[in-house]
């Protein structure tokens, strides 16, 4: 059964730096790609980041994607974090390579980890 948990959300000041985990089982991280996405209040979810064992991406500079194969576990490093990035985040599965943040592509979902940017 596949399943991914996100985790470390929560509340950060602007400026600050979080790193997110995204736990998967029932499938192995080097034959998927795995993706972030964001969903701010009030607007459409928006992909991030993805990476899978020939390529990585990430939009903007601010935010790092890492994988860890023997805990099978996806990382999301964020810094310099703004009230704008406040967003339910989630990670995503799909199999094979997905060189791209089209949510469609994903098929496998996490339940998403709140961040809030706030003082």
């Known amino acids: 059964q596949v399943q991914l948990v996100e985790s470390g959300g929560g509340l950060v000041q602007p400026g600050g730096s979080l790193r997110l985990s995204c736990a998967c089982s029932g499938f192995a991280l080097d034959t998927h790609t795995v993706a972030w996405f964001r969903q701010a209040p009030g607007k459409e979810r928006e992909g991030i980041s993805y990476i899978s064992s020939r390529s990585y991406h990430s939009v903007g500079g601010r935010f790092t994607i890492s994988r860890d194969n023997f805990k099978n576990t996806v990382y999301l490093q964020m810094y310099s974090l703004r009230p704008e990035d406040t967003a339910v985040y989630y990670c995503?599965?799909?199999?094979?390579?997905?060189?791209?943040?089209?949510?469609?592509?994903?098929?496998?979902w996490g339940q998403g980890t709140q961040v809030t940017v706030s003082t």
């Open positions: 995503a599965a799909g199999s094979g390579e997905i060189w791209n943040l089209q949510q469609d592509s994903y098929n496998y």
